[in-house]
């Protein structure tokens, strides 16, 4: 995956199953985050934040992408119950192949 010129070099995203969110940090520092739920076969996208100290570096875009990326490469699918995550996928159509709802077709929510 290509990195965003806009994200800061030493910008690094893992997976925390057991605090149930991707984390994203610049050193030591935690600078942005998406809380998730797995439901079944889908990752449900809760929450993304990035606290004001490091806006306008691409971090929620970033962890975005890493979601996606690693949903992809899992075959599961996202529920996008967060607003960036619903804002993504429409300006995205490449990845919409991924989004999921619930039974019924609506969001969850």
Known sequence: MERNPREPAELTIEDVPAAHRYEAHLGDELAGWVDYRRVRDRLVA?????????????????????????????????????????????RHPEDRDLVAYPRGGAPEG
């Open 46 to 90: 809760i929450h993304t934040e990035v606290p004001e100290e490091f806006g306008g570096r691409g971090i929620a875009s970033a962890l975005v992408r890493r979601v996606i990326a690693d949903a992809r490469a899992t075959a599961t699918r996202i529920t996008p119950r967060c607003p960036f995550f619903v804002s993504h996928f429409e």
